[in-house]
């Protein structure tokens, strides 16, 4: 497997931030299974109401960097606080060697040199 050209430690967790963050039937499973909660509280409680596409995505709270969040992201460290649970579409993206919001976080680091500079895209 090619060697990843991106570091999600050093990362705000942008992608975190995306309105539509799908989630599928044993996506929602497993939630319930880490909250030790029924399939249909999880649903409630953790996922809202998507697109035609993905019917059922994350639900977000505030985030000051970035408008609103997963709900699961820890909004002052910018780690995920069910890691083990994750959806799947987490555990696959970006699915590339490469992630396009990495690549403009490093490069406005570079420019502002700053390295705690954290890139929004608005
Ligand atoms: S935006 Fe890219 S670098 Fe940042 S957490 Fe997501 S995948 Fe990782
Ligand atoms: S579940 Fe975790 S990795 Fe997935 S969007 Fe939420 S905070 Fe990010």
């Known amino acids: 497997m090619a060697r990843k050209k991106y570091d999600c430690l050093k990362c705000p967790a942008y992608c975190c931030s995306y309105a539509h963050i799908p989630t599928t039937k044993t996506d ?8 030790g909660v029924s399939e249909e509280k ?18 977000h709270t505030a985030d000051e960097h970035f408008v609103s969040s997963c709900m699961f992201l820890d909004k002052q460290t910018r780690n995920c606080t069910i890691y083990e649970a994750r959806p799947k ?4 993206f970006p699915t590339q060697t490469r992630c396009g919001y990495y690549d403009f976080l490093m490069f406005e680091r570079e420019v502002q040199d700053d390295p705690e500079w954290i890139a929004t895209t608005d």
């Open 28 to 35: 929602i499973k497993r939630l319930a299974k880490h909250f």
């Open 42 to 59: 999880a649903r409630k409680k953790f996922t809202k109401k998507g697109d035609k596409e993905n019917p059922r995505v994350l639900r």
């Open 89 to 92: 579409i987490c555990r696959d």
